[in-house]
């Protein structure tokens, strides 16, 4: 049907800009994705290529259910192992923020910011602390909305203003660091290592330098911001607090968000290896000591054995959002390859002498914009992740070279977007709109993307 062996390739692309188009018009992104998906799929289909089966299936015999045979394969490969994994820390972080664990880390954590007087100071580390807390605390809104209520009085008494505070809350989990993000997870996969070493080994070699050139520029944007409104007759506006976030748990709760990533950095490689702890195991097994602790500072079995709803819930929650993300992107990507949409990127990318730079930009481009017109890290990076390996060995380095920097980029533009879920609720609470607040994040992320990109080059 297609003489040309591109043209079909061609055909992909307004099909992946109307995508775009219908998630950035709010249309639900997973419909969005399956539908696009299935469509290349027909078309692919319909020019010939019959060879679009995962290897985990085998056709039905009839092309047309065949399209959902990908699905179900897709389905089922994810929810026996990265599905299981990202639901099972889905449900332990709504537990944390059940019987106030999470609360109290933010409270200890961020207490030391009180002996600082410098407002720009002060936001400089707290943007810091706040990556950091991140690790344990994989929700990007809800970590803003803590750290808020931990440190408003902080943030009030030195003079720092709602606009400065927003911007540098709604970028504190730009990273998305460490094995309770889902990004992290599926990075981890697309290379073939644990969530652990993948922490490690990739993110812990490039993200310090990166955090540290955010937190700087946040230091004189803020100030240049400020300076500028106070200039222009701008008043500060009053910033609002839920309340509800505050919990009267026990500051030893503090230990529990961390009590996951301690086991599998403790039984790894890097220090008891006779013993393997996966990320799910570790999960559950944190969610019974956090049960033990909560029945033992409540002393209400009946209420903590209830409370094992709340992690459920949580399961369930994230597989309806993350979960099934990750299988429509699949299935978007699978739509790509059978219109031959990735060998027509890489062909075109080798025709033009790009090498690992190059494409690396071109793959954080695509990420980037895909991140800030749908407001999502997820959905962006899900739908590219798969590209990685392919795209790597096209130039000849290692997957974790490709997957990381893209994986980091998702979420530092997520962080300037003003669709951004984090960034209306950053602004929804400074009483400012989230194009201001875009504005005051937008170079301190460009700063990110920069580093992010420099570092890669040099050590990955």
């Not at 520029?217 to 240049?224: A, E, G, I, N």
């Amino acid at each position: 049907m297609f003489s040309e062996p591109y043209t079909l390739s061609f055909i992909a692309i307004p099909i992946v800009i109307a995508t775009g188009y219908f998630i950035v018009k709010k249309y639900n992104t997973q419909a969005a994705l399956f539908t696009a998906g299935i469509l290349m799929l027909a078309l692919g289909a319909l020019s010939g290529n019959s060879d679009f089966i995962p290897g985990n299936a085998s056709s039905s015999g009839a092309v047309v259910f065949d399209f959902f045979v990908v699905i179900s394969a897709l389905s089922s490969s994810t929810l026996a192992n990265l599905g299981l994994i990202i639901m099972s820390v889905g449900g332990f972080s709504k537990y944390m923020n059940h019987i106030g664990a999470a609360n109290a880390m933010v409270n200890v954590v961020t207490k030391p910011l009180s002996v600082f007087k410098n407002p720009y100071v002060v936001l400089a580390l707290t943007y810091i602390i706040g990556q950091l807390i991140n690790i344990f605390i994989p929700s990007a809104v809800g970590l803003a909305l803590l750290l808020l209520v931990a440190l408003y009085p902080v943030l009030v008494r030195i003079g720092c203003t709602p606009a400065a505070t927003a911007a540098v809350l709604a970028t504190t989990a730009c990273l998305d660091l460490g094995p309770g993000s889902g990004n992290s997870n599926r990075a981890a996969e697309v290379i073939g290592i644990d969530a652990a070493n993948y922490f490690l080994a990739n993110q812990m070699v490039v993200a310090p330098v990166v955090m540290i050139v955010i937190a700087v520029l946040h230091y004189f944007c803020q100030r240049y911001f400020d300076k500028r409104d106070a200039a222009n007759g701008v008043e500060a506006q009053t910033l609002s607090i839920d309340e509800q976030a505050q919990n009267d748990a026990p500051k030893w709760f503090a230990i529990l968000p961390v009590l996951p990533l301690a086991l599998l950095l403790v039984f790894s490689e890097f220090l008891i290896s006779s013993v393997k702890v996966d990320v799910i195991s570790a999960m559950f097994f944190s969610l019974a000591v956090a049960m033990l602790a909560n029945l033992v500072h409540s002393k209400d079995l009946k209420g903590v054995a209830d409370s094992l709803k709340v992690f459920l819930s949580g399961m369930g929650t994230t597989f309806s959002s993350v979960v099934a993300l990750i299988i429509a992107a699949n299935v978007f990507v699978e739509g790509l390859k059978a219109m031959g949409f990735i060998d027509l990127l890489l062909g075109t990318g080798a025709n033009l002498g790009l090498g690992y730079i190059g494409m690396l930009v071109v793959m954080v481009t695509i990420i980037g914009l895909t991140a800030l017109l749908s407001g999502s890290g997820n959905a962006a990076f899900f739908s590219f992740s798969p590209l990685a390996p392919e795209v790597a060995t096209s130039v000849g380095v290692t997957t974790a070279s490709l997957a990381l920097p893209m994986q980091l980029a998702a979420g530092i533009f997520r962080s300037a977007s003003p669709v951004a879920g984090v960034v209306i609720a950053c602004a929804g609470a400074a009483n400012v709109s989230p194009v201001a607040v875009v504005q005051r994040t937008l170079i301190p992320m460009i700063g990110g993307i920069v580093a992010l990109i420099a570092m890669s080059a040099l050590f990955l």
